[in-house]
């Protein structure tokens, strides 16, 4: 089993800057690849951003290439999404997940999520 907790969302202009955090605990995920959503209202989940077990390699969606990174801290049990040049098409829950992504022909989660955290950015 593994916990995930995102923090670090919150109310944002456009154009600001916010950082996520999604720590896992139960069992580690540092051999994992993990990989950030999102979920807007009305609409369905997302593919975000993917990172490698060791944080050698990443991907993103179109929508936020340039703008956002994926990292993280093995030794902390971490994944991070830094969030540039935040627009209001952003706004949604983000959640982590671990699964198998990174040389994967779609992204395929293993079935554990966080509660989540809001992100809303305002025009």
């Known amino acids: 089993q593994v916990q995930l907790v995102e923090t670090g969302g919150g109310l944002v202009q456009a154009g600001g800057s916010l950082r996520l955090s999604c720590a896992a605990s139960g069992r580690t995920v540092s051999g994992t690849d993990m990989a950030w959503f999102r979920q807007a209202p009305g609409k369905d989940r997302e593919f975000v951003a993917a990172?490698?077990?060791?944080?050698?390699?990443?991907y993103y969606a179109d929508s936020v290439k340039g703008r956002f990174t994926i990292s993280r801290d093995n030794a902390k049990n971490t994944v991070y999404l830094q969030m540039n040049s935040l627009k209001p098409e952003d706004t949604a829950v983000y959640y982590c997940a671990p699964g198998v992504y990174v040389g994967s022909p779609s992204p395929r989660p293993l079935g554990y999520w966080g509660q989540g955290t809001q992100v809303t950015v305002s025009s």
């Open positions: 990172i490698n077990w060791n944080g050698s390699r990443s």
